[in-house]
């Protein structure tokens, strides 16, 4: 059965697949909003922390916070923009407006799904922490949104490029109107004073389309000049300048013939195509918010250099220099150096390695990292835009904004294609002079308007863009601009075992008590004892451990590099290595079952109590996955740094053949090259930064999301559900792009090979010019669509 | 057919007030998000006040 809330399986006789998902459904039903079940289109994400408040609500109270991210209205009411974690579909933007709205003190509160953004209003008598803990109940994420400049651009290129539009489609529906009558009409059945009324009216409503929607057209035909370049803008500026000028000036003139429709249908039918494209490009941004999250909210700073007492301020007030205190379980604020003393600290957040690394004092420190060993003392190097986290995004930023390649293959085509078709324009107005002044100028903007290269221009980015779009539904998310067209070509693909096909973190794989101890009972104590702590291996015994009866603790204390030990009823108990445990009671190791893998020990002074091993366990649709990628024409291949036991069992249990284990990272670009050097297209599965070379090395190279947030900008692609069934998914997504790509290239070819001679000929008026352009590019978007199917 | 003289004019003046109402509805944010408000018409969201 599957989980009410989040659609994972669950276990059985469950209704939940775990207490997070059964909070949240609860608080949701308990606000009475149990309608955004049958509303929703999606699952809702599973939460991903745990629901309680956490220190940092604290800090949106702060004062300081508080005025640099809300506005203060004149009713006396603040505003503030909250950016969410966790919207999956419309539903959940209605729910998470219906429970901030909810909350005493809200005036008003208002979710955009497509910005991810919640708008609140409410009165300052209540915290703003409430609000977000209220947000947090029902299962997502909330923090200040901050503006960033980007986005800000974003917005309003958007909105321009709306106006632009509809300026364009209003003008082309209503110059059509003008044009029909004058089309349809027998000889003199319109009067002369009335088509001459009609002719000024649709010259009035094409100044707006051709000065204000076709502006960005001229620019681009202008910077293309200026750069010595010939593009896609240079015809189509052209075509509308000529065709426009030649039409006001027949109007003026009263004589010849005026094409207002074909200009403003040509104009709204570009500005379409383009709107598209941005929209895409939107979506793509979208991504880069998530990263904002590895962002920490508090620090604790040092007041003085001798003692240790600190002060709580947001992280974004920290200055280098500053000293600040880190506690076990929380997270560096800021790029910085260890003090001291030696502990160890996770960078999960940007390597996806869960195993905490050892920090001596001198040690650089990464913002974001999670101290998993004792309290220590850093001194704060960079802060704000100079911190790694910020760099890499930066770096995301960027990679957003590459050309595809083939875009760029088809601009330079178009560049050829647009002398041409400038030569052919020119050739056929001075070849019709000689014959027929009258049509030659007509026929001129037939050629350019017909031969547009819109069907070329419109063919590779409509269906990219329907393709980041349909990946994106599979939880794909392209990160620079040839991802897809190279995931289409990839013959191989190589995984990197540790956290791509298993679930990443460990698992309790067997709980054995030794003989004279109840297994209950020792399952409780276990329990107990990691419960306070944050290890995964204490986490991983706690997950295990759920359902049994909760022990009181007292005396808790967490031995960083050794475990746990604890009071329980009056006696003490150890948890942790079979060295720490033993130290305690003195008693000889004792042998356990088969298998190998992590073990962890329980015991009291009196002997040993239990031993648990841990593994790290296979993703349940991982072999479905791996066999359909094999049925796609895939060779799939396993390079792991683990030892050769597990590998093999991971690889025998998918039918993987070629898996190396014990693979160096040189090892695994070796094997990369070797692979290429055979003609090979090798796609890599990675999870982290840690295999950033051999993720270089490969053709296209793809993240697993959840846990590396930032390790995604070094890839191509992030695949943020870290399901390899998506992955599968998204290769024949991507595949089929590149076909449709093909057939609207073949198109686009075929149809300009037939009208331009037709045009040259003079046996196209610019209106069916304009109609014959339009219903080629209407073929190629609609062809580009099927890709989501 | 010489109500034209007035309707055309008057068609143009009509093209104009649609384009500046929807000028004026993109720059009050309403186009921002196209999704939500279909799905907050079917609930059923009467807040008790």
Same mark, same amino acid.
């Given at each position: ?789 | ?23 004026? !509805? =993109?720059?009050?944010?309403?186009? %921002? +998000? $196209?999704?939500?408000? !279909? =799905?907050?018409?079917?609930?059923? %969201? +009467? $807040?008790?006040?």
């Amino acid at each position: 059965m599957d989980c009410a809330h989040c659609g994972l399986p669950a276990p059985e006789g469950s209704s939940f697949c775990c207490p997070g998902c059964e909070a949240v459904a609860g608080a949701i039903g308990g606000l009475g909003l149990g309608d955004f079940y049958r509303l929703r289109d999606a699952a809702a994400a599973r939460p991903a922390r745990p629901v309680q408040a956490r220190p940092e609500d604290a800090l949106l109270d702060d004062a300081p916070t508080l005025a640099r991210h809300a506005r203060k209205l004149e009713d006396g009411t603040l505003e503030i923009e909250l950016l969410l974690e966790g919207l999956r579909c419309a539903a959940c933007a209605w729910l998470v407006e219906q429970a901030v709205a909810r909350v005493p003190g809200v005036r008003e509160s208002n979710v955009g799904f497509a910005t991810r953004r919640a708008r609140v209003r409410w009165d300052p008598a209540t915290p703003l922490s409430k609000i977000v803990t209220a947000i947090r109940a029902v299962g997502y994420g909330a923090w200040p949104y901050e503006h960033g400049r980007i986005e800000m651009v974003e917005a309003g290129e958007r909105r321009t490029a709306l106006r632009r539009l509809w300026v364009a489609g209003l003008g082309m529906m209503q110059v059509m109107m003008y044009a029909v009558p004058a089309y349809i009409a027998g000889e003199g059945e319109i009067t002369a004073d009335i088509e001459s009324l009609m002719r000024w009216a649709g010259l009035v409503l094409t100044l707006p389309v051709v000065g204000y929607s076709a502006a960005p057209f001229f620019r681009g035909a202008w910077r293309e000049l200026v750069r010595g370049r010939l593009g896609m803008d240079v015809p189509v500026a052209l075509g509308i300048l000529v065709a426009f000028a030649a039409s006001a000036w027949a109007t003026v003139t009263g004589a010849g013939a005026v094409y207002f429709d074909s200009v403003t249908m040509f104009v709204f039918l570009l500005l379409g195509g383009r709107y598209l494209e941005l929209l895409a490009r939107a979506r793509a941004g979208s991504a880069l918010q998530r990263l904002a999250r590895a962002e920490v909210a508090s620090a604790e700073r040092l007041v003085a250099p001798t003692s240790l007492e600190t002060l709580t301020i947001p992280a974004a007030r920290l200055v280098p220099g500053d000293r600040v205190l880190v506690r076990t379980g929380e997270a560096v604020p800021a790029d910085g150096e260890m003090e001291g003393p030696p502990s160890e600290v996770s960078e999960a957040w940007l390597s996806g390695e869960s195993r905490a690394l050892a920090r001596r004092p001198g040690d650089a420190l990464t913002g974001g990292s999670v101290n998993a060993g004792r309290a220590f003392v850093m001194r704060v190097k960079r802060v704000g835009d100079d911190t790694a986290a910020a760099s890499l995004r930066r770096l995301m930023e960027r990679a957003l904004e590459d050309r595809p390649h083939w875009v760029a293959a088809a601009e330079r085509a178009g560049g050829a294609f647009v002398a041409f078709v400038l030569v052919a324009a020119a050739a056929a107005a001075a070849g019709w002079w000689s014959v027929d002044p009258q049509r030659a100028v007509w026929i001129a903007v037939s050629v350019l308007v017909v031969t547009c290269p819109c069907a070329l221009a419109l063919a590779t980015p409509m269906a990219l863009v329907a393709a980041s779009g349909a990946l994106a539904r599979r939880h794909l998310v392209i990160t620079r601009g040839g991802a897809i067209e190279r995931l289409a070509g990839a013959t191989d693909l190589v995984f990197d075992k540790t956290g791509t096909l298993t679930e990443g973190r460990p698992r309790v794989l067997a709980f054995q008590a030794m003989r004279g101890h109840p297994l209950e009972r020792a399952r409780e104590l276990a329990a107990a004892l990691a419960r306070p702590s944050s290890h995964p291996l204490d986490r991983a015994i706690v997950r295990a451990c759920d359902g049994v009866r909760e022990l009181p603790v007292s005396d808790h204390r967490n031995v960083p590099g050794d475990g746990v030990e604890a009071l329980v009823d009056g006696r003490l108990y150890r948890l942790g290595r079979a060295s720490f445990v033993a130290a305690l009671h003195g008693r000889p190791f004792v042998a356990a079952d088969g298998g190998d893998g992590t073990r962890a020990w329980l015991g009291d002074e009196s002997g040993w109590i239990a031993t648990v091993r841990f593994g790290d366990a296979l993703r349940p649709e991982a072999r479905a996955a791996v066999d359909a990628l094999r049925d796609a024409g895939l060779r799939v291949h396993l390079l792991s740094g683990d030892g050769p036991g597990p590998v093999t069992a991971v690889a025998a249990q998918l039918g993987i053949t070629q898996a190396v284990a014990q693979a160096t990272p040189q090892r695994k670009i070796d094997h990369v090259r070797t692979l290429q050097a055979r003609g090979a297209r090798v796609a890599m599965v990675g999870d982290g930064v840690n295999d950033a070379p051999v993720l270089a090395q490969s053709d296209v190279s793809i993240a697993m999301g959840g846990g590396a947030d930032l390790a995604q900008l070094r890839a191509d692609a992030v695949l943020l559900s870290d399901s390899p069934a998506d992955l599968a998914a998204g290769i024949s997504i991507a595949r089929r792009a590149r076909a449709i790509v093909r057939q609207n290239l073949a198109w686009a070819l075929a149809y300009n090979a037939i009208v331009v001679p037709m045009a040259i000929a003079g046996w196209v008026t610019p209106l069916v010019a304009g109609i014959a352009m339009a219903s080629s590019s209407l073929v190629v978007v609609g062809n580009a669509l099927r890709v989501r199917r | 057919m010489d109500i034209l003289f007035l309707l055309i004019p008057l068609s143009l003046v009509l093209a104009v007030a649609i384009g500046a109402a929807f000028w004026i !509805a =993109v720059d009050g944010g309403q186009f %921002d +998000d $196209l999704d939500g408000p !279909a =799905v907050r018409v079917v609930a059923d %969201d +009467d $807040l008790p006040r």
